[in-house]
């Protein structure tokens, strides 16, 4: 893992849908993942993904990889206030983790 | 089974003291991980544990930085002296695997604030 980056705040009505991108450098990477941390809180896996497919659903979570243009994202559906945190995409080479500066996802009624 | 525990969950310390921050994995787990964050930036990748030894430690920021892992279970990262620029958020993370081949087995612990006044 390499370079991360990833937008820094993305502000959503509740309800609608919210799509939070990421791009990465590390070609090898072989799973990219989603973690989101809620304020005061520790880091929590949301989803992942494997680096030869191109999409995967979990429930109202959505993740898209584009690998030629290294491109992640992750669409959550009907967004609610619970789902105010930051959102960190990672990916894994080398033995460890990498990951971006996080975007911060504000939900307002 | 517990999870991956840290302590202090919140600590101020003035520059130029010590803080020793502890990290209990997931019993049984041989890869032990330490990042932080700075405020508003990426997590950094610190140091990586295979049991008591230090697998990569490429990540460490200078010699305050010390962090230790005897026995293979526990382990410190210690801080000394503390400067302003160490405030941020101390990850600790374990892993079951002995060549860990994705993400999805590394569990992350609440993690170690940290301010420095």
């Known amino acids: 893992g390499e370079d991360v980056e990833q937008s820094l705040f993305l502000s959503v009505r509740e309800g609608d849908s919210s799509v939070i991108n990421c791009t990465y450098t590390d070609s090898s990477s072989t799973y990219l993942y989603w973690y989101k941390q809620e304020p005061g809180a520790g880091l929590q896996l949301l989803t992942y993904i494997f680096s030869n497919m191109d999409m995967k659903q979990d429930q109202r979570l959505t993740v898209l990889l584009n690998k030629k243009d290294k491109h992640l994202s992750l669409r959550i559906a009907d967004t609610q206030t619970g789902d105010s945190a930051i959102y960190f995409c990672a990916d894994y080479g080398d033995y460890k983790l990498s990951f971006g500066a996080g975007t911060t996802v504000t939900v307002r009624a | 089974e517990a999870g991956v525990t840290q302590f202090p969950s919140h600590s101020v310390i003035e520059k130029g003291q010590t803080v020793t921050l502890r990290c209990d994995p997931i019993s049984g787990h041989d890869n032990l991980y330490w990042y932080r964050r700075v405020m508003g930036k990426e997590i950094k990748f610190l140091l990586h544990?295979?049991?008591?030894?230090?697998?990569?430690e490429s990540g460490m920021p200078n010699n305050r930085f010390l962090a230790e892992r005897t026995g293979g279970t526990y382990s410190t990262l210690k801080v000394q002296p503390a400067e302003l620029e160490d405030s941020g958020v101390y990850f600790c993370?374990?892993?079951?695997?002995?060549?860990?081949?994705?993400?999805?087995?590394?569990?992350f612990g609440e993690g170690s604030w940290l301010t420095v006044v």
């Open positions: 993370a374990s892993g079951n695997d002995r060549l860990i081949t994705g993400g999805n087995t590394i569990y």
């Open positions: 544990f295979v049991k008591e030894s230090k697998q990569d």
